[in-house]
């Protein structure tokens, strides 16, 4: 019998790794604006990508609140309203 991990079609987060949800953060709001977000040490003080995922994973309540970050994040970006493509100029 072999068991497989339950599909999950509807998570935004299945199959990133931390690493990507961070990646993605610090490229939106930059590492100022996480740290003022998310108030911790790792973001607001000399950071960089390898300590805050040794942080991270060592602390279940800020990986949550990343991840939280991470979804709102992309609400966000679904909500925003599409530059309109303006027309080609004439020749």
Known sequence: MTTTAPAQPRNPLHGLTLEAV???????????????????RCFNLDPSIPSSLRFL???P?????????????????????KPARSPAPPR
């Open 57 to 59: 994973r060592k602390t």
């Open 22 to 40: 961070l990646n993605a953060l610090v490229n939106h709001y930059g590492w100022e604006g996480l740290g003022e977000r998310i108030p911790v």
């Open 61 to 81: 309540w800020a990986r949550e609140k990343v991840e939280g970050l991470y979804l709102f994040m992309l609400r966000e970006e679904r909500r925003a309203p």
